[in-house]
């Protein structure tokens, strides 16, 4: 049998391309647009990822000019098993031939999102299978669908989500929702999985050293906010343009420390608004958050908002 998800999108292929309530920006990006960026994080860069100062042997790969197979992968984003065709994420990165000092892939992806994958462990790589998708297949009689996926909006058909996630040209194909930086009591609550669109860049880097740029102060009551940091934010947030850009930036323009405060801040952490869905607010209700959880990590937006980060020294 096929899965519910299947019904609700053959229509949208039907007619030939994403509905007509998407974006702009999102209707019009050519659906045979398949190039990923690639490239080492730069020793001592500081900034962000679309600064050319911090690539080094940057190369586009073209999704195309590589040996795409067809296979049945299992789509954490589709909650069903769909026929791809495409690529291994790790063959790409093989191609590329990363160098031994690297260990971790910051996956970009075009929406903002940062997802890290430690990319040299075997085990996890089994696990999550990230399959880089060029076309799909929703049904065993209809034809391979070259650059277009369906969207991905909110589990409730009623709703009429303002922020649909929107595939052009490739889609990461992951198998499951964990995250291994997430711990396992909070996956069921976050998966950064779920929230990325196609992906656009890939950057490799020491995972030390990277996360060695946001240890800014010793305190550990700070210190326990930078690990908060890495296990709920750094998915979708960045500090000082470094990281992701898929919500708003820790620090610049505006320190959130200083916008949000005390009790303020726990309850933006740990419940949703009332319109988030009207509002396209996709951030999860963090419920496993403490107001102890809370204070920890504002100690650490404010340590990040009055220090500069580390250079990056892998």
Known sequence: ?????????LALFAIGGPAAGAPPSQRSAPPDRATIEIWVRRPNATGGADSAAVRERAQQIALDDLPLTDTQRSD??????????GIELAEIIDKFRPP???????????????????????ELMGRLS??????MRLAP???????????VGRPDPKIVDPRPIIFAGNKLVIAERAHPDVPPANRDVLSPWTLADSLSGIELVSRAAYYAQFDVDADPA???????????????HGVRQTGAAFGWDFVEPTPIAEYRQGSNFFLHVRYKPLDAVSR???MPALSYMSEDDARSLWRWLKAVADRPLRPYRP
Do not use: W
């Open 141 to 151: 009689k209809r034809p391979m669908q070259i650059g277009r996926f369906p969207k």
């Open 100 to 122: 031994a000092s690297t260990d971790l892939a910051l996956l970009h992806f075009a929406n903002g999102m940062q997802i890290p994958l430690a990319f040299r462990d075997a």
């Open 280 to 282: 396209g607010l996709r």
């Open 76 to 85: 954490v984003q589709y909650s069903g098993t769909f026929t791809y065709r």
């Open 130 to 135: 990230p399959f880089v998708a060029r076309g």
């Open 222 to 236: 700070v210190k326990d906010g930078e690990r908060l940091f890495t296990q709920s934010c750094q998915f979708c």
């Open 1 to 9: 049998m096929s899965p519910p998800f299947l019904s609700s999108v």
